[in-house]
């Protein structure tokens, strides 16, 4: 028992000392290598999560298409964490929320959607479902940019947790993620640092900024984007409302990975953000920053491959 007793005690210490997104990484993080899938992101630059979260995300695909898009998907991504960095001046708020830093409503992530044996994978990232998975030619480019949508309309949604009288149909009805006016989608081929092609979309798009009103929420450390990316405090609410509109600005890219177990398409998703401050400055982080070479470079580093046995 007294043996029980200082096991908990340290593991208890060891938690506490621990971010929350070390914690959540700690439970939720799955171990893709185990399933034939290597991913490392082996370059982020300063001012992001150095370890990105890595889960499993057939349900939240699943619940918050509602019920339209059904794969077996895992999703690793990174976000801005709370290094000071420069420009701006120093904050207490993460740089995923801080409208002076590079990272605001920023992410580097990948998608995994698993090639099974049901077809779901082909019938939902491929023009025709029966033609050969690793042609360019047959990705849908429509599935390839509801991934980021999806995934901003759910880091949305938790970001209304715990306010009164919100549902889902309200945030069903209120969210969008749009083309925005006057812009096209452009597509190319482009190649990683092996020689390997992947098909790239970029866009601008028109959405809902994913910072929350405190006032009128209770977002939880442990079942929110709260454990990456913390809260707004005064200073964020001095320059922007809560859900203000943005642009997202960014790409995403497609290619097959032939493995013999688990065969899978990797479609990696970075973007920067546009918006307008209250007091009327526009900021356009994706033209106005680094974060595009930043983003390239992370590109060039990143391992996806079969896993080695």
Avoid at 59 to 70: A, E, F, R
Wanted: hydrophobic share 40%; glycine share 6%.
């Amino acid at each position: 028992m007294r043996f029980m007793q200082i096991v908990t005690i340290l593991g208890l210490s060891a938690l506490i000392s621990c971010s929350a997104a070390d914690v959540v990484r700690l439970f939720k993080n799955v171990n893709l290598e185990d399933k034939g899938i290597h991913v490392k992101l082996a370059y982020v630059p300063r001012g992001m999560h150095q370890e990105p979260l890595e889960i499993k995300f057939d349900k939240m695909l699943w619940d918050i298409s509602n019920g339209t898009v059904q794969v077996m998907a895992y999703n690793i991504y990174t976000t801005g964490n709370y290094d000071a960095i420069r420009p701006g001046p120093d904050t207490d708020v993460s740089n995923f929320l801080n409208p002076d830093s590079k990272f605001k409503d920023a992410w580097f992530g990948v998608y995994i959607i698993i090639d099974d044996m049901y077809g779901l994978g082909r019938r939902f990232l491929l023009k025709n479902p029966f033609g050969e998975p690793d042609d360019l030619l047959n990705l849908n480019d429509q599935s390839l940019v509801l991934l980021p949508n999806l995934d901003q309309k759910l880091i949305v949604w938790t970001t209304h947790q715990g306010q009164k009288n919100y549902t889902w149909l309200d945030h069903d009805r209120e969210f969008y993620f749009r083309l925005k006016n006057g812009t096209a989608l452009r597509t190319e081929y482009t190649t990683d640092r092996r020689g390997r092609s992947w098909r790239k979309i970029t866009g601008d798009f028109d959405t809902i900024a994913a910072i929350t009103d405190i006032n009128k929420t209770d977002m939880k450390l442990f079942s929110s984007i709260r454990n990456q990316t913390g809260l707004p405090d005064a200073g964020v609410y001095r320059q922007v409302d809560p859900w203000h509109p943005v642009v997202i600005r960014g790409s995403v890219l497609g290619r097959y990975f032939r493995c013999g177990e688990t065969s899978f398409w990797a479609v990696v998703y970075y973007n920067g953000s546009a918006f307008t401050t209250k007091n009327g400055r526009h900021v356009d982080n994706w033209e106005q920053t680094d974060l595009q070479s930043l983003y390239s470079r992370m590109f060039d580093a990143i391992e996806i491959d079969c896993a080695a046995k």
